[in-house]
Protein backbone atom coordinates (compact mmCIF):
# COMPACT_ATOMS: atom_id res chain seq x y z
CA UNK A 1 0.00 0.00 0.00
CA UNK A 2 0.95 3.92 -0.94
CA UNK A 3 0.37 6.00 1.96
CA UNK A 4 0.21 9.41 1.40
CA UNK A 5 -0.39 12.30 4.06
CA UNK A 6 -1.83 16.12 2.46
CA UNK A 7 -0.95 18.38 4.83
CA UNK A 8 -0.23 22.26 5.57
CA UNK A 9 -0.98 24.31 8.44
CA UNK A 10 -3.37 26.40 6.88
CA UNK A 11 -6.81 26.36 6.22
CA UNK A 12 -8.80 26.69 3.07
CA UNK A 13 -5.70 26.09 0.89
CA UNK A 14 -7.14 23.03 -0.70
CA UNK A 15 -6.14 20.05 1.38
CA UNK A 16 -9.42 18.03 1.06
CA UNK A 17 -10.07 18.87 -2.56
CA UNK A 18 -6.53 17.34 -3.50
CA UNK A 19 -7.24 14.29 -0.90
CA UNK A 20 -10.95 13.47 -2.75
CA UNK A 21 -9.65 14.28 -6.32
CA UNK A 22 -6.45 12.24 -5.99
CA UNK A 23 -8.07 9.32 -4.91
CA UNK A 24 -10.82 9.77 -7.04
CA UNK A 25 -8.67 9.69 -9.83
CA UNK A 26 -6.60 6.47 -8.04
CA UNK A 27 -10.38 4.98 -7.60
CA UNK A 28 -11.05 5.61 -11.57
CA UNK A 29 -8.10 3.77 -12.30
CA UNK A 30 -9.44 0.26 -10.29
CA UNK A 31 -7.06 1.16 -7.85
CA UNK A 32 -8.37 0.50 -4.01
CA UNK A 33 -8.53 3.41 -2.12
CA UNK A 34 -9.05 4.30 1.45
CA UNK A 35 -9.05 7.81 2.41
CA UNK A 36 -8.56 8.71 6.17
CA UNK A 37 -10.06 12.12 7.26
CA UNK A 38 -7.91 13.19 9.99
CA UNK A 39 -9.43 16.68 10.45
CA UNK A 40 -11.45 17.02 13.22
CA UNK A 41 -13.55 19.89 11.24
CA UNK A 42 -14.50 17.09 8.83
CA UNK A 43 -14.97 18.60 5.83
CA UNK A 44 -13.88 14.90 3.70
CA UNK A 45 -16.16 12.92 6.28
CA UNK A 46 -19.16 15.47 5.12
CA UNK A 47 -18.29 15.48 1.87
CA UNK A 48 -19.06 11.69 1.42
CA UNK A 49 -22.29 12.65 3.24
CA UNK A 50 -21.92 11.86 6.80
CA UNK A 51 -21.82 14.41 9.91
CA UNK A 52 -18.74 14.46 11.89
CA UNK A 53 -20.61 16.30 14.47
CA UNK A 54 -22.54 13.18 15.07
CA UNK A 55 -20.82 10.01 14.12
CA UNK A 56 -20.43 7.84 16.96
CA UNK A 57 -17.73 5.66 15.70
CA UNK A 58 -14.63 7.36 13.94
CA UNK A 59 -10.89 7.65 13.81
CA UNK A 60 -10.66 9.41 17.22
CA UNK A 61 -11.49 5.33 18.49
CA UNK A 62 -8.57 4.35 17.58
CA UNK A 63 -6.79 6.78 19.55
CA UNK A 64 -8.47 4.87 22.92
CA UNK A 65 -6.31 2.52 23.65
CA UNK A 66 -3.02 3.49 24.86
CA UNK A 67 -1.50 3.64 21.48
CA UNK A 68 -2.08 0.47 20.50
CA UNK A 69 -4.83 -0.44 17.92
CA UNK A 70 -7.25 -3.50 18.64
CA UNK A 71 -6.87 -5.86 15.78
CA UNK A 72 -10.05 -5.47 13.74
CA UNK A 73 -10.96 -2.01 14.11
CA UNK A 74 -10.09 -0.07 11.57
CA UNK A 75 -11.70 -2.40 9.65
CA UNK A 76 -14.77 -2.14 11.53
CA UNK A 77 -14.60 2.30 11.03
CA UNK A 78 -14.78 1.71 7.45
CA UNK A 79 -17.79 3.45 5.39
CA UNK A 80 -18.32 2.95 1.79
CA UNK A 81 -18.41 6.48 -0.26
CA UNK A 82 -20.19 7.79 -3.80
CA UNK A 83 -17.07 5.65 -5.38
CA UNK A 84 -16.90 2.62 -5.24
CA UNK A 85 -13.37 1.65 -5.11
CA UNK A 86 -13.22 4.44 -1.99
CA UNK A 87 -13.45 3.53 1.52
CA UNK A 88 -13.67 6.34 4.39
CA UNK A 89 -11.94 6.08 8.43
CA UNK A 90 -14.69 9.20 8.94
CA UNK A 91 -13.41 12.10 11.29
CA UNK A 92 -15.35 13.26 14.43
CA UNK A 93 -15.34 16.44 16.41
CA UNK A 94 -14.37 14.43 19.31
CA UNK A 95 -10.70 13.88 17.57
CA UNK A 96 -10.30 17.70 18.43
CA UNK A 97 -9.64 17.07 22.03
CA UNK A 98 -6.43 14.94 20.57
CA UNK A 99 -5.09 18.15 18.77
CA UNK A 100 -2.88 20.03 20.76
CA UNK A 101 -1.88 16.93 22.49
CA UNK A 102 1.68 16.51 22.82
CA UNK A 103 2.38 13.50 20.57
CA UNK A 104 5.74 12.68 22.65
CA UNK A 105 4.24 12.68 26.03
CA UNK A 106 0.93 10.62 24.84
CA UNK A 107 2.89 7.74 23.16
CA UNK A 108 -0.02 8.21 20.35
CA UNK A 109 2.17 9.51 17.60
CA UNK A 110 2.01 5.90 15.65
CA UNK A 111 -1.67 4.84 16.06
CA UNK A 112 -2.69 5.60 12.34
CA UNK A 113 0.74 3.90 10.88
CA UNK A 114 -0.76 0.94 12.98
CA UNK A 115 -4.25 1.25 12.08
CA UNK A 116 -3.27 1.56 8.24
CA UNK A 117 -0.66 -1.43 8.67
CA UNK A 118 -4.07 -3.68 9.56
CA UNK A 119 -5.71 -2.42 5.89
CA UNK A 120 -2.66 -3.72 4.12
CA UNK A 121 -3.52 -6.25 2.24
CA UNK A 122 -7.57 -4.54 1.47
CA UNK A 123 -5.83 -1.51 0.25
CA UNK A 124 -3.99 -0.52 -2.83
CA UNK A 125 -3.37 3.10 -1.75
CA UNK A 126 -4.30 5.32 1.27
CA UNK A 127 -4.64 9.13 1.15
CA UNK A 128 -4.65 11.68 4.68
CA UNK A 129 -6.14 14.59 5.05
CA UNK A 130 -4.31 16.16 7.98
CA UNK A 131 -6.02 19.16 10.61
CA UNK A 132 -3.86 22.60 9.87
CA UNK A 133 -2.51 22.02 13.37
CA UNK A 134 1.07 20.95 15.03
CA UNK A 135 -0.44 18.06 17.50
CA UNK A 136 -1.00 14.15 17.77
CA UNK A 137 -3.04 14.14 14.32
CA UNK A 138 -0.14 15.97 12.35
CA UNK A 139 2.53 14.06 13.42
CA UNK A 140 0.25 10.66 13.08
CA UNK A 141 -0.14 11.46 9.51
CA UNK A 142 3.23 12.59 8.40
CA UNK A 143 4.32 9.09 10.50
CA UNK A 144 2.41 7.05 8.81
CA UNK A 145 3.00 8.39 5.12
CA UNK A 146 5.61 7.53 2.25
CA UNK A 147 5.29 10.53 0.41
CA UNK A 148 3.64 13.92 1.83
CA UNK A 149 1.73 16.68 -0.74
CA UNK A 150 1.58 20.20 0.61
CA UNK A 151 -1.26 22.37 -1.16
CA UNK A 152 -0.14 26.05 -1.10
CA UNK A 153 -2.44 28.58 -2.17
CA UNK A 154 -1.14 30.79 -4.52
CA UNK A 155 -1.80 34.40 -2.75
CA UNK A 156 0.34 36.38 -0.66
CA UNK A 157 0.94 35.15 2.73
CA UNK A 158 0.38 31.61 1.91
CA UNK A 159 4.61 31.51 1.76
CA UNK A 160 4.06 32.04 5.44
CA UNK A 161 2.35 28.35 6.02
CA UNK A 162 4.36 26.64 4.18
CA UNK A 163 7.58 27.81 6.00
CA UNK A 164 6.40 26.32 9.13
CA UNK A 165 5.11 23.27 7.33
CA UNK A 166 8.88 22.63 6.41
CA UNK A 167 10.18 23.20 10.21
CA UNK A 168 7.81 20.78 11.12
CA UNK A 169 8.57 18.52 9.09
CA UNK A 170 11.87 18.77 9.46
CA UNK A 171 11.18 18.46 13.47
CA UNK A 172 9.38 15.13 12.56
CA UNK A 173 12.32 13.97 10.04
CA UNK A 174 14.62 13.51 13.69
CA UNK A 175 12.07 10.40 14.82
CA UNK A 176 11.68 9.08 11.01
CA UNK A 177 13.79 6.40 9.46
CA UNK A 178 14.03 8.41 6.33
CA UNK A 179 13.63 11.44 6.28
CA UNK A 180 9.66 12.02 4.65
CA UNK A 181 9.70 12.92 0.80
CA UNK A 182 7.59 15.64 -0.37
CA UNK A 183 6.00 17.49 -3.20
CA UNK A 184 4.95 21.36 -2.77
CA UNK A 185 1.62 22.04 -4.83
CA UNK A 186 0.53 25.39 -6.00
CA UNK A 187 -3.44 25.29 -5.58
CA UNK A 188 -6.10 27.92 -6.51
CA UNK A 189 -4.27 29.81 -9.30
CA UNK A 190 -5.13 32.44 -10.84
CA UNK A 191 -3.83 33.67 -13.88
CA UNK A 192 -5.28 36.94 -13.53
CA UNK A 193 -4.07 38.18 -10.03
CA UNK A 194 -0.97 39.83 -9.64
CA UNK A 195 -0.75 37.18 -6.18
CA UNK A 196 -1.00 34.36 -7.93
CA UNK A 197 1.82 34.78 -10.38
CA UNK A 198 4.06 36.55 -7.76
CA UNK A 199 3.58 33.60 -5.43
CA UNK A 200 4.12 31.29 -7.80
CA UNK A 201 7.06 32.65 -8.73
CA UNK A 202 8.83 32.48 -5.45
CA UNK A 203 7.60 28.67 -5.10
CA UNK A 204 10.16 28.28 -8.05
CA UNK A 205 12.59 30.21 -7.05
CA UNK A 206 12.61 29.46 -3.07
CA UNK A 207 11.74 25.22 -3.58
CA UNK A 208 12.84 24.53 -7.39
CA UNK A 209 13.73 20.89 -5.88
CA UNK A 210 9.97 20.56 -4.15
CA UNK A 211 7.89 22.43 -6.65
CA UNK A 212 5.01 20.74 -8.84
CA UNK A 213 5.97 22.76 -11.89
CA UNK A 214 2.00 23.03 -13.01
CA UNK A 215 -0.51 24.46 -10.73
CA UNK A 216 -4.41 23.67 -9.85
CA UNK A 217 -6.06 26.66 -11.23
CA UNK A 218 -9.90 27.94 -9.65
CA UNK A 219 -12.27 25.90 -10.85
CA UNK A 220 -15.82 26.35 -9.89
CA UNK A 221 -16.72 22.69 -10.85
CA UNK A 222 -14.13 21.73 -7.67
CA UNK A 223 -16.53 23.56 -5.57
CA UNK A 224 -19.94 22.71 -7.41
CA UNK A 225 -18.55 18.72 -7.24
CA UNK A 226 -18.25 19.04 -3.20
CA UNK A 227 -21.45 20.07 -2.97
CA UNK A 228 -22.88 16.91 -5.31
CA UNK A 229 -20.98 14.91 -2.79
CA UNK A 230 -18.69 13.20 -5.88
CA UNK A 231 -15.17 12.61 -6.46
CA UNK A 232 -14.41 15.57 -9.03
CA UNK A 233 -13.40 13.31 -12.25
CA UNK A 234 -17.07 11.59 -11.27
CA UNK A 235 -18.62 15.11 -11.41
CA UNK A 236 -16.79 16.15 -14.48
CA UNK A 237 -13.79 14.03 -15.84
CA UNK A 238 -12.92 16.79 -18.31
CA UNK A 239 -12.91 20.05 -16.23
CA UNK A 240 -10.11 22.46 -15.82
CA UNK A 241 -9.32 20.90 -12.25
CA UNK A 242 -9.92 17.62 -12.89
CA UNK A 243 -7.19 17.81 -15.93
CA UNK A 244 -4.61 19.46 -13.40
CA UNK A 245 -5.17 16.47 -10.60
CA UNK A 246 -4.65 14.29 -13.33
CA UNK A 247 -1.25 15.64 -14.49
CA UNK A 248 -0.54 15.87 -10.60
CA UNK A 249 -1.35 12.49 -9.80
CA UNK A 250 1.16 10.96 -13.11
CA UNK A 251 3.93 13.38 -11.54
CA UNK A 252 3.42 12.04 -7.93
CA UNK A 253 3.09 8.50 -9.31
CA UNK A 254 6.27 9.03 -11.29
CA UNK A 255 8.74 11.09 -9.64
CA UNK A 256 10.16 9.91 -6.66
CA UNK A 257 10.35 13.26 -4.57
CA UNK A 258 13.34 14.61 -2.64
CA UNK A 259 13.76 14.71 0.43
CA UNK A 260 15.00 17.46 2.64
CA UNK A 261 18.09 17.43 4.07
CA UNK A 262 18.06 18.22 7.90
P1 LIG B 1 -8.57 22.86 3.12
O1 LIG B 1 -8.87 21.40 3.23
O2 LIG B 1 -7.11 23.15 2.99
O3 LIG B 1 -9.18 23.67 4.22
P2 LIG B 1 -10.44 22.82 0.89
O4 LIG B 1 -9.98 21.79 -0.03
O5 LIG B 1 -11.59 22.51 1.77
O6 LIG B 1 -9.22 23.39 1.74
O7 LIG B 1 -10.79 24.11 0.02
C1 LIG B 1 -11.34 25.29 0.59
C2 LIG B 1 -12.50 25.78 -0.29
O8 LIG B 1 -12.01 26.12 -1.58
C3 LIG B 1 -13.57 24.73 -0.54
O9 LIG B 1 -14.81 25.38 -0.61
C4 LIG B 1 -13.20 24.12 -1.89
O10 LIG B 1 -14.35 23.64 -2.59
C5 LIG B 1 -12.62 25.32 -2.60
N1 LIG B 1 -11.56 24.94 -3.55
C6 LIG B 1 -10.48 24.19 -3.32
N2 LIG B 1 -9.70 24.12 -4.41
C7 LIG B 1 -10.32 24.85 -5.37
C8 LIG B 1 -10.01 25.18 -6.73
N3 LIG B 1 -8.90 24.74 -7.33
N4 LIG B 1 -10.88 25.97 -7.40
C9 LIG B 1 -12.01 26.43 -6.80
N5 LIG B 1 -12.34 26.17 -5.54
C10 LIG B 1 -11.51 25.39 -4.81
MG1 LIG C 1 -9.83 20.41 4.80
Redesign the pocket.
Known sequence: MKVWAVA?Q??????????IALAGLLADAGKRVVVVDL?P?G?MTSYFGHDPDTLEHSCFDLFLHQGNVPPGLPKQLLHGTSHENISLLPSSTALATLERQSPGQSGLGLVIAKSLAQLWEDFDHAII?SP?LLGVLMVNALAASQQLVI?VQTEFLAVKGLERMITTLAMINRSRKQALPYTIVP???DRRTQASMSTLRVLRNTYPEHLWPAY?????R??DA?RAGRTPSQFDAGSR?VIAYRALLKHLLSHQPAAQVA
Not at 216 to 220: C, H, L, Q, R
Open positions: NKGGVGKTTTSDHSDPPTLFIPVDTLRSG
